[in-house]
């Protein structure tokens, strides 16, 4: 499960920033990890954070975290943000809400088709992953109503090269099931 944060500077650009963040529940502090790009945030600019909570190490329930991100050269805090996470796992909102799902072809070489049942009305969202977890494609579909839907995301032009990649269906902000596709060019 993952949380993005955008970490903003309005003020002069900073080399060497430092992500962190802090909690006070130990369960959460050892299942969530982080991933930064780049550790130089120009003048105006901003960056992604990505909070990544591992499923297999922590149960459903409400927790909150400090978000900070400093200088290490300056040891000045540019960003601060108290953030509450509600965990529900996967499978208890698959089991809960869709009642069926395809995509298909596989493998896809112009427009990848999902055919989603929903049991109750959601926001969904289809994502696709490179193996190492860059987003490339997202496209949210708010306030889907309970029944049929056939949702399709355009590969062609927005994935350059021939390979495996991951697909992601998330349903209202929880990523509930992961696919490997292969797309041909």
Do not use: W
């Given at each position: 499960?993952?949380?993005?944060?955008?970490?903003?500077n309005?003020g002069?650009?900073?080399?060497?920033?430092e992500?962190?963040?802090s909690?006070?529940?130990t369960v959460?502090?050892?299942?969530?990890?982080?991933?930064f790009?780049?550790a130089t945030?120009?003048?105006?600019?901003e960056k992604?954070?990505?909070?990544k909570?591992?499923?297999?190490?922590?149960?459903?329930?409400?927790?909150?975290?400090?978000?900070?991100?400093?200088s290490?050269?300056?040891?000045?805090?540019?960003?601060?943000k108290?953030?509450?996470?509600?965990?529900q796992?996967?499978?208890?909102?698959?089991?809960?809400?869709?009642?069926?799902?395809?995509?298909y072809?596989?493998?896809?070489?112009?427009?990848?088709?999902?055919t989603?049942?929903?049991?109750?009305d959601?926001?969904?969202?289809l994502?696709?992953?490179?193996l190492d977890?860059?987003t490339l494609?997202?496209?949210?579909?708010?306030?889907l109503?309970?029944?049929?839907h056939h949702l399709?995301l355009?590969i062609?032009?927005?994935?350059?090269?021939q390979?495996?990649y991951?697909?992601?269906?998330?349903?209202?902000d929880?990523?509930?099931?992961q696919?490997?596709?292969m797309?041909?060019k």
């Amino acid at each position: 499960m993952y949380r993005n944060y955008i970490i903003k500077n309005n003020g002069d650009g900073i080399d060497d920033l430092e992500f962190s963040f802090s909690t006070d529940d130990t369960v959460l502090k050892d299942a969530c990890s982080y991933t930064f790009d780049n550790a130089t945030l120009a003048a105006n600019d901003e960056k992604k954070v990505k909070l990544k909570i591992d499923k297999n190490n922590i149960s459903n329930g409400t927790y909150t975290i400090t978000i900070n991100a400093t200088s290490k050269n300056q040891d000045e805090i540019i960003y601060s943000k108290n953030c509450t996470i509600v965990v529900q796992l996967a499978t208890d909102i698959k089991n809960e809400i869709i009642n069926g799902m395809r995509i298909y072809p596989n493998p896809v070489k112009d427009a990848l088709k999902c055919t989603l049942n929903l049991k109750k009305d959601a926001d969904v969202a289809l994502n696709i992953y490179t193996l190492d977890g860059k987003t490339l494609i997202s496209k949210s579909y708010n306030s889907l109503r309970s029944g049929e839907h056939h949702l399709s995301l355009n590969i062609g032009d927005e994935i350059a090269h021939q390979g495996i990649y991951i697909f992601a269906l998330n349903v209202n902000d929880i990523e509930t099931i992961q696919k490997r596709i292969m797309v041909l060019k």
